[in-house]
């Protein structure tokens, strides 16, 4: 009968209903256990340089900074603390922007090779440090113009950069090459011959706050979270991030970019006819 029909449409709705719900019961019950673990996180990250900085200050106060010379030092240390946390905040405000999608890209076209060199001027200090060359690894005679949001790249660029003078070894190399793929594409680079990634470790490389060392790492200072950055870089501008790596012989980090085909040269001095 029709009455029966009814019945069995509106229990198949209300079914549907339920179970509609239920899904996204478990989806917010997703994102929530992704939330807790993260704030678990960040107050993880933030702990160890704020307890340092404290103890820093806390030996002042208890008479250190009578002397001088270690109230200096001290202070330094302190400052060096605060540094970091500054450090951690910016890539957690960057990362959370990532995530929630929240971050516009502004494209141009511009010369990679230039940007390149930019971020190795800002790292040479640091790489002499180790006694680290950064280098091309042949002459670029002619500009390479790619189209990206360039400050995005450069921040690709040095996170990798940083990372392959913080895992280089002593005297080592760091190495950029460009180079031409088909469809207008380039792919950059960033080789070192550090103390390399043992494969298990590989696939969770790109995770936010996964580090191979912990200890070794966190001395080094970093976030955690500058390869998550340059994932999340790379996939919103659409291309693509691969690394390769063989312990203790070293990595190659690389990514591709949108090369743009032909510039348009415009003369306006020397026009003859
Ligand atoms: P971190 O702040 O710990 O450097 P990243 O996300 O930049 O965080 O890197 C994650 C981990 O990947 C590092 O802790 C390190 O163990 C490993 N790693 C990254 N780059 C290199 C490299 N060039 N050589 C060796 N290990 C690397």
Redesign the pocket.
């Known amino acids: 009968s029709p009455v029966t029909t009814d019945m069995k449409t509106l229990i198949k709705e209300v079914e549907k209903f339920a179970q509609k719900r239920k899904t996204e019961i478990e989806s917010l019950k997703v994102r929530e256990d992704y939330r807790k673990e993260f704030m678990g996180n960040v107050s993880h990250e933030l702990k160890t340089p704020l307890f340092t900085v404290q103890g820093y200050i806390l030996t002042l106060i208890d008479g250190a900074m009578n002397d001088p010379a270690i109230l200096d030092k001290y202070l330094n240390r302190a400052n060096k603390g605060v540094e970091r946390l500054i450090y951690i905040v910016k890539d957690l405000d960057m990362i959370t922007k990532l995530e929630v999608g929240d971050l516009n890209l502004n494209y141009t076209n511009f010369d990679i090779i230039e940007l390149v060199q930019s971020v190795f001027d800002l790292f040479e200090m640091k790489a002499s440090k180790k006694n680290i060359a950064l280098t091309f690894d042949m002459n670029y005679q002619d500009p390479i113009i790619v189209h990206a949001d360039k400050e995005r790249i450069q921040q690709v660029l040095s ?2 950069i ?3 003078i ?3 070894k002593e005297d080592g190399t760091t190495e950029v090459s460009i180079e031409n793929l088909i469809k207008n594409k380039v792919i950059v680079r ?1 080789t ?1 011959n ?4 043992a494969q298990a ?1 590989i696939p969770r ?2 995770e ?1 706050f ?4 912990k200890s ?3 001395k ?11 994932k999340h870089i790379i996939e919103a501008h659409h291309e693509r991030i691969y690394v390769e ?1 063989d312990y203790r012989i ?2 190659e ?1 690389s990514f591709t970019l949108e090369k743009v085909k032909k510039f348009p040269v415009v003369d306006v001095g020397t026009k003859t006819t």
């Open positions: 996170n990798l940083v990372n392959s913080k895992y280089g960033v070192d550090g103390e390399g990634i470790h490389l790109f936010r996964y580090r191979v060392d070794g790492s966190r080094e200072g970093g976030s955690g979270l500058g390869l998550a950055i340059v790596s070293g990595s980090f």
